[in-house]
């Protein structure tokens, strides 16, 4: 199945083009035989630049989490990428604004619709975590992240791998000891 005709047309998207500062630059990856579907928050400045999603401190932080390279990473048969803000949403008061809330109603169940081989969907941050998993009143990232098992087979939720986010990973070194070595053998797992 060829996904480059909604690809293109999520790249031409200019719904929330007046809210950005910086413009309209949608960043988005996938195709029909993605294995893993990471749904993160928006892409930030520098990926807002590049084109590149991840392609920053907090996509380094993540493929190691993953244990994966980068040619691995951005093979679109093995990762797909979709944030719930396809554009860069401009700067906050303490770091970037949250995602455009028009991106994943507008998107989202069209890309799902297109994805056929998806085994594992990854909910980086707060705002995936809020929109996918039915338990969001109920439950805080801290303790999404740390009953992870309870969300598999489906989703696997994970903190920002963001170097704002070291603070909460030192108070949290259950993290690197238990969950990231259960997401790299999952990710193994798929990949093999």
Not at 9 to 23: D, N
Not at 169 to 177: E, L
Request: a positive charge; aromatic letters at 10%; proline letters at 9%.
């Amino acid at each position: 199945m060829d996904v480059s005709p909604l690809i293109d047309e999520i790249r031409r998207c200019k719904e929330c083009a007046e809210f950005l500062e910086c413009g309209p630059r949608p960043v988005v990856s996938f195709n029909a035989q993605s294995k893993i579907l990471l749904i993160g928050q928006a892409p930030g400045r520098i990926v807002h630049q590049s084109g590149v999603p991840w392609e920053d401190k907090s996509g380094d932080t993540l493929r190691k989490w993953l244990g994966v390279d980068k040619s691995t990473f951005y093979n679109p048969a093995k990762f797909g990428i979709v944030p719930m803000g396809f554009c860069y949403p401009g700067k906050g008061t303490s770091g970037d604004l949250p995602p455009r809330k028009e991106c994943a109603p507008l998107w989202h169940t069209r890309i799902f619709e297109e994805l056929c081989s998806v085994q594992l969907i990854l909910l980086i941050g707060k705002y995936a975590q809020d929109y996918y998993l039915s338990d969001r009143k109920k439950r805080n990232l801290t303790e999404r992240v740390k009953d992870y098992g309870h969300y598999l087979p489906k989703y696997f939720p994970l903190p920002h791998p963001s170097p704002r986010n070291n603070i909460w990973q030192k108070k949290n070194p259950w993290f690197k000891q238990d969950v990231v070595p259960a997401l790299s053998d999952r990710i193994k797992e798929i990949l093999n």
